[in-house]
């Protein structure tokens, strides 16, 4: 232990000493994921925001005097457009417009079919709430419209409603805050990627570029404790830099659920440590790993590019997960990086942890590790890996 440990410090040591490389790994994943965090939560406050003020705008206004008088029932603002319109919702400054035409009127109190248009961009992500709220207030007009004639002829408007649908949304608040939060176990998965490469990369791909790997292993030290103490290195690096992005997280939500959507933003300190009880066996595996693919790389440029197809095949997990519709089954739990996804995932909808989501995706990546540092020791046996730099 001894010896391991002393490799251990040595690699330490030598990382802390580029510490430009660290600024870089600290910027790049703790910065980088909370903001952008709070740049979605102040995008989707400003949607909730939109949707929740009542508000049209109306062009022609005068030519729809029982539309107006049915907005002001329903405590809608109503605001006249001004003559260019169609020019500014172009430009994305306005959302949506309500257009009249000058026989609206009269098609209506003729019982006639009385057109208006609904002018808008769906290209523009932010429109979306005035869009929805103008076409339901239209929709209830309409509907209002056609209760009160069936009733003045003597029709019940029940004839027209045959099946009538009550919505019930069984999903939480939390449960829809996942779906914004996905960014943080997107991030837990990436951190120990991003935290451990460096020092894995250098640990043996580096060494072997500088030959300092020879006389490393001429001392009295089997290779076993060196391959040991180079992944306790890096697995605690890796470990370091995902715990301080996922802590960033902490405080970005908590800052932003101080006064908007404090229903969906719900990452604190429970979700963290059980976030992070996944997140550093995964660490382990990733720099085990890392070490294992550098390890075959005769210098530090070539590891980096043999590394960085393990980290892109990583990436892609969560974004297939989000995109496939792929439902939670107790296989994925045994698969490596999908079964810690799935259980972060569901720390974050606050469907509870169980021993099985935790346990098995953990023992899954300590076997795996322990497999690739052993890896890792018989190919520092090997003359071809030692002394092979060109």
């Known amino acids: 232990m001894g010896r391991i440990l002393t490799v251990f410090l040595k690699e330490a040591r030598d990382a802390l000493r580029d510490r430009r490389t660290a600024l870089m790994v600290l910027v790049a994943s703790v910065v980088t994921g909370p903001l952008t965090l709070v740049l979605i939560a102040q995008f989707v406050s400003g949607l909730e925001e939109r949707a ?20 002001a029932r329903a405590d809608v603002e109503v605001e006249k457009a001004p003559p260019d319109y169609a020019a500014r919702v172009k430009a994305g400054r306005l959302d949506a417009v309500i257009v009249v035409p000058p026989d609206f009127h009269e098609r209506w109190m003729a019982h006639e079919a009385a057109r208006v248009e609904l002018v808008f961009d769906d290209s523009r992500t932010e429109a979306s709430p005035a869009i929805r709220q103008s076409e339901r207030l239209l929709e209830a007009f309409n509907r209002e419209t056609a209760t009160l004639r069936l009733m003045a002829r ?10 009538k649908v009550e919505r019930v949304n069984a999903a939480t608040p939390r449960q829809r805050g996942a779906v914004l939060l996905f960014l943080i176990p997107m991030f837990a998965i990436l951190a120990p990627l991003l935290g451990g490469m460096t020092l894995a990369i250098d640990a043996t791909a580096g060494e072997r570029e500088r ?9 009295p030290v089997p290779p076993a404790a060196f391959a040991l103490g180079k992944w306790l290195a890096a697995w605690a690096s890796a470990s370091l830099v995902a715990v301080v992005t996922l802590g960033g997280f902490v405080l970005a939500a908590a800052f932003y659920a101080e006064s908007r959507l404090p229903a969906l933003l719900q990452f604190g300190l429970p979700e963290y440590a059980r976030f992070v009880a996944v997140v550093v066996p995964l660490a382990a595996l990733t720099s ?21 197809y393990l980290a892109t095949a990583v990436s892609f997990i969560p974004l297939v997960v989000m995109f496939s519709g792929a439902r939670e089954a107790a296989w994925q739990a045994a698969v490596p990086v999908l079964g810690s996804l799935m259980a972060l995932t569901r720390v974050l909808r606050g469907d509870g942890l169980t021993a099985f989501d935790a346990l098995v995706p953990a023992g899954v990546c300590l076997a795996l590790a322990a497999l690739a540092v052993a890896a890792v ?14």
């Open 52 to 71: 929740t003020t009542l508000k049209v705008r109306l062009a022609g206004a005068e030519n729809a005097p029982a539309l107006v008088n049915f907005l």
């Open 154 to 163: 003597g029709v019940s408007p029940s004839v027209n409603e045959t099946v």
């Open 211 to 219: 030959g300092s790997l020879e006389p490393l292993l001429a001392n």
């Open 288 to 308: 085990a790993a890392q070490m294992l693919i550098s390890t075959y790389g005769r210098s530090y440029r070539e590891a980096q590019t043999y590394v960085s």
């Open 377 to 390: 020791a018989r190919l520092l046996a090997d003359e071809r890996i030692v002394f092979g730099r060109s």
